[in-house]
């Protein structure tokens, strides 16, 4: 005979997997105050995730959710990404000098 299984076992209660998912999405620094505000534009499908991860309780709102996982994605990359911020900085520094010399030869 096998062993009778208690109530509830085998199966994930929804706190269980609200705090397997933010395990997978959340790390340590992605806590803190969220600064700046920004506006997107996603599918209905894509909304309708973020709107059942929010039902869960999983997120408190969609917000919420982009964020955690748009700072996952950055995150799992972050040596790429910090690289591309250097470029980019090292292209405003080019940039500026252009202006400089343009400005110097019109001045002339």
């Known amino acids: ?3 009778e299984k208690k109530k509830g076992e085998g199966t994930e209660s929804p706190a269980n997997i609200r705090e397997m998912i933010l ?3 959340v790390s340590e620094e992605m806590h803190g105050k969220r600064d700046f505000s920004i ?3 996603l ?3 894509f909304i309708d995730i973020l709107d059942a991860l929010v039902r869960l ?3 408190k709102s969609r917000s919420e ?6 700072m996952k994605t950055i ?3 972050l040596e790429l990404y ?13 940039e500026e000098t252009v202006k400089e010399l343009a400005l110097k030869t019109l001045h002339e």
């Not at 959710?65 to 748009?70: H, S």
């Not at 910090?82 to 080019?94: C, H, P, R, T």
């Open 39 to 41: 506006m997107t534009r």
């Open 43 to 45: 599918s209905k499908k």
């Open 82 to 94: 910090n690289e591309l911020m250097e470029q980019a900085e090292k292209l405003d520094e080019l």
């Open 23 to 25: 395990s997978k999405i």
């Open 65 to 70: 959710a982009i964020a955690a996982l748009v």
């Open 57 to 59: 309780n999983i997120f």
């Open 75 to 77: 995150l799992s990359e």
């Open 1 to 3: 005979m096998s062993p």
